[in-house]
């Protein structure tokens, strides 16, 4: 799997458009500061909605008329996210796929997608009149709570991923290099 994903890395690194948007002096930085500066539009929206649920933020509001209010920005928001993402791992391919962070991001990610599906599954199926009370019912509280974390967890490691404190080329072989993907004889371009 390792062997699969660094090719498919590299091949993606030998592509003109990943090398000038990596190279480019003022591109990427433009992408990596619409990236972050969505990723706090969305999660801002998503943790106002999380912390109402749990009854730490606006108790006088209806938790389902504020999760309306907020549903479209923070869609907004995490689609150009999502794309900014791409576009980043794109312009540097092979050191993200060697990334210990970038592949613990990803693995988090899936994890707050999978909250994310069930918080609104759970959100629609709940019944009574629980929008004005103080707190959600107990399972939104337990998907909200799960919500902070993954998205908090992904923040950090997304930020680890410039640093290279387990790149191929500095770890011993070992579980860091087989958790970063390391290839043996390869290095971290």
């Given at each position: 799997?390792?062997?699969?994903l660094y090719n498919f890395a590299m091949w993606l690194d030998s592509q003109e458009l990943s090398?000038?948007?990596?190279?480019?002096?003022?591109?990427?930085?433009?992408?990596?500061?619409?990236?972050?500066?969505?990723?706090?539009?969305?999660?801002?929206?998503?943790?106002?909605?999380?912390?109402?649920?749990?009854?730490?933020?606006?108790?006088?509001?209806?938790?389902?008329?504020?999760?309306?209010?907020?549903?479209?920005?923070?869609?907004?928001?995490?689609?150009?996210?999502?794309?900014?993402?791409?576009?980043?791992?794109?312009?540097?391919?092979?050191?993200?796929?060697?990334?210990?962070?970038?592949?613990?991001?990803?693995?988090?990610?899936?994890?707050?997608?999978?909250?994310?599906?069930?918080?609104?599954?759970?959100?629609?199926?709940?019944?009574?009149?629980?929008?004005?009370?103080?707190?959600?019912?107990?399972?939104?509280?337990?998907?909200?709570?799960?919500?902070?974390?993954?998205?908090?967890?992904?923040?950090?490691?997304?930020?680890?991923?410039?640093?290279?404190?387990?790149?191929?080329?500095?770890?011993?072989?070992?579980?860091?290099?087989?958790?970063?993907?390391?290839?043996?004889?390869?290095?971290?371009?």
């Amino acid at each position: 799997m390792n062997e699969l994903l660094y090719n498919f890395a590299m091949w993606l690194d030998s592509q003109e458009l990943s090398t000038l948007l990596h190279e480019s002096y003022y591109m990427y930085n433009w992408v990596e500061s619409t990236h972050v500066l969505t990723l706090m539009l969305c999660l801002g929206m998503l943790f106002l909605i999380d912390l109402r649920m749990l009854g730490l933020a606006f108790p006088n509001l209806p938790a389902n008329s504020l999760a309306e209010r907020l549903n479209m920005p923070m869609l907004i928001g995490f689609s150009i996210m999502v794309l900014t993402g791409l576009w980043l791992f794109y312009a540097v391919p092979v050191r993200n796929t060697q990334s210990v962070w970038f592949r613990f991001k990803m693995l988090l990610l899936i994890g707050a997608a999978i909250n994310a599906f069930l918080f609104h599954k759970n959100l629609h199926s709940a019944a009574g009149s629980w929008a004005a009370e103080i707190k959600a019912p107990k399972n939104l509280q337990i998907g909200a709570t799960l919500s902070l974390a993954f998205w908090i967890l992904i923040v950090i490691c997304g930020r680890f991923i410039a640093y290279d404190w387990f790149d191929c080329e500095y770890t011993e072989p070992g579980l860091a290099q087989f958790l970063s993907g390391c290839i043996d004889g390869q290095t971290v371009f």
